[in-house]
């Protein structure tokens, strides 16, 4: 779920939308645009990011992804996840953003709603790997 493009919405609750650009999907090169509401804006549009696949490894459950495009600010960055199952019934997600400072954004304020929007988003990944495991 969590690397699948067309799945974003269902477990970043601010995305609205991911649309495919260019390439194939999981394979390096690939570029899609998330758009929703993942940054606020001042005039209350949606934020939109075109992010392009750096690498993905099915087997160790990870992905990067650097951001190309966007209209808030983050061009450049890159965004790194990848999922750590103990099996124990537990799973640690491990998620890093590297990030240049963006102007007029403190860099405490980023921090902070970075760690608003990541726990936002691990819970939804922690209720669909419960749910999954309840329908094996």
């Not at 690939?30 to 993942?38: D, E, K, P, Q």
């Not at 966007?70 to 199952?85: A, E, H, Q, R």
């Not at 405490?108 to 419960?130: P, V, W």
Request: with cysteine; aromatic share 10%.
């Amino acid at each position: 779920m969590v690397s699948e493009a067309g799945r974003l919405p269902e477990w970043m609750p601010m995305v609205e939308t991911c649309t495919h650009l260019q390439g194939v999907e999981g394979v390096s090169g690939y570029v899609r645009l998330v758009s929703g509401f993942m940054f606020p804006q001042e005039d209350g549009d949606r934020s939109w990011i075109k992010e392009r696949l750096v690498s993905m490894d099915p087997l160790s459950f990870s992905f990067v992804y650097r951001m190309e495009a966007s209209n808030v600010g983050l061009d450049g960055s890159v965004n790194s996840l990848k999922l750590i199952d103990y099996g124990d019934g537990s799973t640690l997600v491990d998620w890093s953003f590297e990030i240049s400072p963006v102007e007029g954004v403190s860099e405490e304020g980023l921090i902070d709603y970075l760690g608003f929007l990541y726990k936002s988003c691990i819970k939804k990944i922690a209720s669909a790997i419960q749910v999954s495991s309840e329908n094996v």
